[in-house]
């Protein structure tokens, strides 16, 4: 055994040696393609004829229209219509659960899509929400709710409801902040509404880790691009078009 161990020592050192590569990386390239209408200009049927039963079922999925947008909406720093209108809806879905936040706070990371101006889709809905985030709650003390607002300006802005009025400067601090009118009062408790992935910490607003009475329910239904596209159905029942503005929740110091 002693002589066979000798043996195959030297020669898996050889055969070490042997695969050692003498390249060296010499620069990286890199180029976007862009998917478009060209690429439809010779389709393949054999290919289309195989798609096509997937397609119908992904079509009868994601193809339901759940309501209209005025007008063109995407997630933009430090305050955009998406981004308040993703905040606005989680403070609507709070009746739901008895609750009766002062403020929501949706993250702009968690936004991947934007609205087209008219009808939107359940598909619209699960690009802009494709993850498994849930509604919740928590209570924030006054002093709790100032270090989440200066999380919110180191980050550039987040999404935060109605009510909110935040100066920041342009190297993101925050300068003042009101909330439905009032200054935050360091020793009262305010109820707010968020994400499951925010109530963890996550995306540097580990204030509400610090928050109490937590409220965090498990169901997929309440993911929020179920509260959305309820959100969404409740103004078409009603004939109305949602709708949502940049009215300077957020504001940089000028």
């Known amino acids: 055994m002693k002589k066979k161990l000798l043996?195959?020592?030297?020669?898996?050192?050889?055969?070490?040696s042997a695969c050692r590569s003498h390249y060296e990386l010499a620069g990286v390239e890199r180029t976007?393609?862009?998917v478009d209408s060209r690429y439809d200009q010779n389709p393949d049927q054999a290919l289309a004829d195989y798609l096509?039963?997937?397609?119908?079922?992904n079509d009868s999925i994601m193809g339901?229209?759940?309501?209209?947008?005025a007008r063109n909406m995407r997630a933009n720093r430090p305050e955009s219509n998406l981004s308040n209108l993703l905040a606005d809806i989680l403070v609507w879905a709070a009746k739901d659960y008895n609750e009766k936040p002062v403020l929501?706070?949706?993250?702009?990371?968690?936004?991947r899509a934007d609205l087209t101006r008219g009808n939107v889709t359940y598909g619209d809905v699960l690009n802009v929400a494709?993850?498994?985030?849930?509604?919740?709650?928590v209570t924030l003390t006054g002093e709790q709710l100032m270090q989440l607002f200066r999380e919110i300006a180191g980050t550039g802005g987040e999404g935060v409801s109605h009510g909110t009025e935040m100066v920041i400067t342009k190297d993101n601090e925050l300068v003042s902040v009101r909330l439905h009118g009032q200054e935050i009062d360091p020793n009262a408790a305010y109820r707010v509404t968020t994400i499951?992935?925010?109530?963890?910490?996550?995306?540097k607003m580990m204030a509400f880790r610090k928050g109490t009475n937590k409220v965090s329910p498990e169901d997929a239904s309440n993911?929020?691009?179920f509260l959305i596209m309820n959100y969404f159905k409740d103004k078409q029942s009603r004939g109305e078009v949602v709708d949502s503005k940049v009215e300077g929740r957020i504001k940089i110091e000028r």
């Open 196 to 203: 499951n992935y925010l109530l963890e910490g996550n995306d």
């Open 104 to 111: 929501g706070v949706y993250n702009m990371g968690g936004i």
């Open 64 to 69: 339901p229209i759940v309501g209209q947008v």
């Open 52 to 57: 096509a039963p997937f397609k119908r079922v």
């Open 130 to 137: 494709p993850f498994e985030n849930k509604i919740c709650f």
């Open 32 to 34: 976007r393609i862009v």
């Open 223 to 225: 993911n929020t691009r």
């Open 7 to 16: 043996i195959l020592a030297p020669l898996c050192a050889l055969l070490m």
